[in-house]
């Protein structure tokens, strides 16, 4: 099993809402996945209330319960465990850390955004553990997008190849307890986060295990 945790040190970067279109991609991909829901404000779980299909599975989560929610999980024969992490608290993003195999952190292309990432980056390379970068809530065409990459660099964990724009079809379905490729199968959402979820899938499941990974973390 693979333990995908969602950082963002910033409130607003649409996270949560990654974090459950990227359970629902896998889990269409054939990755049996669960949420845990890490945020104390349990959005993930009030999008769980509205859904009628039974997957992805969504837990309630406590900081010192996650790694028995993860041998729990991996027991029971669990591919994926996404980790949906709250912006304000460090302590628990710091667990989450721990547990993870990749650190996805969500960032939007804007100047107070970039300047915020610094806290996620900085936690994530105090336990020497690798991450990526997921542009988030980009605008259409390319404006800020060559900045953004310029002030990520420096971190040294690559950027996603694939950047999630701003669209409206993220938003209209969590309210109903679903995903935009569920909604809108054949939307430039639904494609969006396919791609991204394939990426991240050959990040966690390499097809060639004694290849060295496209990521590392290096002092």
């Known amino acids: 099993m693979k333990t995908l945790s969602v950082l963002s040190c910033k409130g607003g970067t649409g996270k949560t809402t990654l974090a459950l279109h990227l359970a629902v991609a896998a889990q269409a991909a054939g990755r049996g996945a669960l949420v845990a829901d890490l945020d104390r404000q349990r959005s993930c779980l009030d999008w769980r209330r509205e859904r009628e299909a039974q997957r992805p599975q969504v837990d309630e989560a406590k900081p010192g319960s996650l ?16 980790i949906d992490t709250a912006s304000s608290r460090e302590e628990d993003s710091a667990y989450a850390i721990k547990c993870a195999d990749l650190c996805l952190i969500v960032v939007r292309p804007g100047f107070l955004d970039l300047k915020s990432v610094v806290g996620s980056a900085q936690a994530v390379l105090n336990q020497c553990k690798n991450a990526v970068f997921v542009i988030n809530q980009a605008p259409a065409g390319n404006g800020g997008l060559s900045q953004a990459m310029a002030a990520l660099r420096p971190y040294g964990f690559p950027v996603a190849p694939v950047q999630v724009r701003l669209r409206s079809a993220y938003q209209v379905c ?20 396919r791609q991204l979820w394939s990426w991240l899938d050959a990040q966690l499941w390499p097809a060639v295990e004694t290849e060295e990974p496209l990521f590392a973390y290096s002092a």
Do not use: K, Y
Request: proline share 3%; glycine share 12%; hydrophobic share 40%.
């Open 174 to 193: 969590v309210g109903e307890g679903l995903t935009a490729q569920e909604s809108e199968p054949q939307g430039a959402a639904a494609d969006e986060m």
């Open 67 to 82: 790694f028995t929610l993860q041998q729990a999980a991996q027991r029971l024969g669990t591919d994926l465990m996404i």
